[in-house]
C-alpha cells in the first residue's frame, strides 16, 4: 500500500506558474506507475497526466500539452507537476494517483491509491 500527499498548490495569476509535488511512503514507489487527475466545481475528475514506473514514458491530456510536465524523483518518492501558461479554466483540486501496474494509464479507474488533493486557483 502507497501513501499519497500533494502540495504545491496555490492562487495564481493567469499566465503564471505552479509545480506540484506528491510525496509517497509506505511502499516501493518506483514500481508504481503515476498520474495527476484534477476536479473543477460541479465537473468529473478528469485525467491530466500520467509517467511509468521509470519516468521514461509519459502522456498528457490535449488540454495541458505543452504547459504542463510530468515528472519523478524515484529517490526522493515524489511525483512532481510543473505547470506553466495556465489559464482560469486550470482552477481545481488536484490529485496524484499511484498504479500498481507500473505502466502509465489514463484511465481514473486503473488507479488503486488517491491523494486527498491540493486546490489550484488561476484568476484571469
Known amino acids: 500500500q502507497v501513501q499519497l500527499v500533494e502540495s504545491g498548490g496555490g492562487l495564481v495569476q493567469a499566465g503564471g506558474s505552479l509545480r506540484l509535488s506528491c510525496a509517497a511512503s509506505?511502499?516501493?514507489?518506483?514500481?508504481?506507475?503515476m498520474g495527476w487527475f484534477r476536479q473543477a466545481p460541479g465537473k468529473e475528475r478528469e485525467f491530466v497526466a500520467t509517467i511509468n514506473w521509470s519516468g521514461g514514458s509519459t502522456y498528457y491530456a490535449d488540454s495541458v500539452k505543452g504547459r504542463f510536465t510530468i515528472s519523478r524523483d524515484n529517490a526522493k518518492n515524489t511525483l512532481y507537476l510543473q505547470m506553466n501558461s495556465l489559464k482560469p479554466e486550470d482552477t481545481a483540486v488536484y490529485y496524484c494517483?499511484?498504479?500498481?501496474?507500473?505502466?502509465?494509464?489514463?484511465?481514473?479507474?486503473?488507479?488503486?491509491?488517491w491523494g486527498q488533493g491540493t486546490q489550484v486557483t488561476v484568476s484571469s
Open positions: 494517483a499511484a498504479n500498481r501496474g507500473g505502466w502509465g494509464t489514463s484511465q481514473r479507474y486503473d488507479y488503486d491509491y
Open positions: 509506505g511502499s516501493t514507489f518506483s514500481s508504481y506507475a
